[in-house]
């Protein structure tokens, strides 16, 4: 049995491993900086890898003899601690680049791209650097795919990854190791990357923006839709395009991009019929069309879209956005609070809470456990017209049909339970600070499931207590409780040590 | 074995026209939904 201070090490080293790795990723953002003489931006990114370097180093260095497999404790601490860390090394450049109000506001934006939420804080937005531009897409597509798993997957090969995977909230192997699983998961995301990126670019040239700039947009884009992130290199967020053909190619990217990864990797190997028979394919349709009715029955009462077509680009736009957690806007955040009504803003409220697919970059409930409760729900009222002697079976299909248990059932209920205790929480806090009940359910909706979509609280001038709850409320969404729920008891059981010894 | 490879990237390209039309199935029945609830 490791000690306190052991385990703490083994935590540390591969956490060391993580920051170099992702410090490495800041020579991107720096070369496009080079690129476009942007040398402020450059010397910042510099500046930045070296700390980032210098801290992952020093750590390795320290921990260099705690270089062992890891166990499941340790894997779920890594997982949320790394996040932590890089949360405030990989703000540096943010706060740097002079678009930040504090040190505080550059750390929520780092959360918010990891989590691939998409609220921010930045000022001035329209004038910010390729470089920062960059960094601020990258963070969001890696914090996608799950950046503690790519970089010890990658770099390190450790025989524990498949912890730390479970810690960043994924749970399906798609292979039977978890390195080939990581790097299946990259291959799908490139592949639709190089698609998506060239479909938008051909697009924004069509609809008028020059090539270049065409290419930079529809990376950036692309990468925030993917991810369902929501960040986007204008303060008007999709608005500023104008372009229906641009809001059609992005609800394609961003829908498929909160389908599970096995799914994925399941059609993708000629299982083509699990699109139609995957409880998550099947329950994200019906919860996206109950939703849009909610959505578009407030809308009508409020008669603000007076035709199909405006209601398909500006309803049902804001609603998939939500439902997949990306975050897109065509709409100004203040038009929601006024124009939408309470109906509408509730539909929004539970499509968010939702979210995507499990071990996808979405977030949310998702949609294998709304499928898995729902299931359970009817099974429970089935057996109430059976006879009593007879033998009930209920199943679900996710890559072939599985028998629904107590065990799944009550693990779905679980997750559920801490999504609403936060959401519950961050409401309450919310409150507390002098917004009303409504507006204050729709944004840490999107804080907790990890959305994006903002209705005016979240800017730099909000109570820094705020920004900090919404920051926990972010890391824990995405995480999915357990890796923070395993810090809670690691420092637990540390401080009742120390406490024991005294 | 190239054979292997060409059936590998069939299944690909397949599988990305799956899960665009699943979207576009998506969208055209909202845009339904739509027409006939802003239409009652």
Redesign the interface.
């Known amino acids: 049995m490791n000690s306190f201070t052991d385990d703490f090490k083994i935590i540390n080293y591969y956490t060391a491993k993580i920051i170099e790795g992702m410090a490495y990723v800041m020579t991107i953002p720096f070369i496009t900086s080079i690129l476009f003489k942007e040398w402020n931006a450059a010397i910042d990114f510099a500046l930045s890898f070296m700390i980032s370097m210098t801290v992952g180093l020093i750590l390795e260095i320290v921990c260099i003899d705690h270089k062992k497999n890891v166990k499941w404790l340790h894997g779920m601490i890594i997982a949320g601690y790394a996040w932590i860390m890089l949360m405030i090394l990989d703000a540096i450049p943010y706060w740097l680049s002079g678009h930040y109000g504090s040190f505080l506001n550059a750390t929520f934006d780092v959360m918010s791209g990891f989590t691939t939420t998409g609220i921010v804080l930045i000022q001035d937005l329209d004038h910010v650097s390729n470089g920062i531009n960059m960094w601020r897409h990258i963070l969001t597509f890696i914090g996608g795919q799950g950046m503690v798993v790519m970089t010890l997957s990658f770099l390190v090969g450790l025989k524990g990854a498949y912890m730390m995977y479970v810690g960043e909230g994924k749970d399906e192997k798609l292979l039977p190791n978890v390195k080939h699983t990581a790097r299946a998961i990259w291959r799908i995301s490139i592949i639709y990357l190089v698609v998506g990126t060239l479909v938008l670019t051909i697009a924004g040239i069509y609809i008028g923006i020059g090539p270049i700039s065409s290419f930079l947009n529809s990376l950036w884009i692309y990468m925030a839709a993917w991810s369902t992130g929501g960040f986007a290199p204008h303060s008007q967020n999709m608005l500023y395009y104008h372009s229906m053909l641009y809001e059609i190619i992005t609800i394609i990217i961003f829908v498929i991009g909160s389908f599970n990864f096995a799914l994925h990797y399941s059609v993708w190997t000629g299982n083509k019929k699990e699109i139609y028979k995957n409880i998550e394919t099947v329950s994200f349709f019906s919860t996206v069309m109950i939703t849009f009715i909610i959505v578009t029955s407030g809308l009508l009462k409020n008669n603000i879209y007076p035709n199909a077509v405006i209601l398909f680009r500006k309803g049902f736009y804001q609603l998939i956005s939500a439902h997949t957690t990306t975050g897109f806007m065509t709409l100004y955040a203040n038009q929601m609070s006024t124009d939408w009504g309470t109906l509408s803003l509730i539909g929004m409220v539970i499509a968010m809470l939702i979210g995507g697919s499990a071990c996808s970059t979405a977030g949310g409930f998702k949609g294998m456990r709304v499928g898995i409760i729902f299931k359970s729900f009817i099974f429970e009222i089935k057996k109430l017209f059976i006879p009593e002697k007879a033998i009930a079976v209920e199943k679900y299909h996710n890559h072939g049909d599985i028998k629904l248990d107590d065990e799944t059932v009550r693990k779905a209920m679980f997750i559920v339970l801490c999504y609403i205790a936060t959401f519950t929480i961050g409401v309450l806090f919310t409150i507390y600070y002098g917004y009303p009940l409504d507006k204050a359910a729709y944004e840490v909706a999107s804080a907790t499931g990890n959305v994006g979509l903002t209705i005016g609280i979240t800017q730099p001038n909000m109570p820094n207590t705020l920004k900090v709850v919404y920051i926990l409320i972010m890391w824990a969404g995405r995480l999915e409780f357990m890796a923070i729920f395993a810090i809670i008891g690691y420092i637990v059981a540390g401080v009742k040590k120390i406490w024991q010894r005294d | 074995m190239k054979n292997i490879e060409k059936s590998k990237n069939e ?2 390209v ?3 026209f ?3 039309l ?3 199935v ?2 055209v ?3 339904i ?3 006939v ?2 239409r009652l």
Request: net charge negative; charged share 5%.
């Open positions: 299944h690909v397949q599988g990305i799956i899960e665009t699943y979207v576009v998506m969208m029945f909202a845009y939904v739509g027409f609830m802003v």
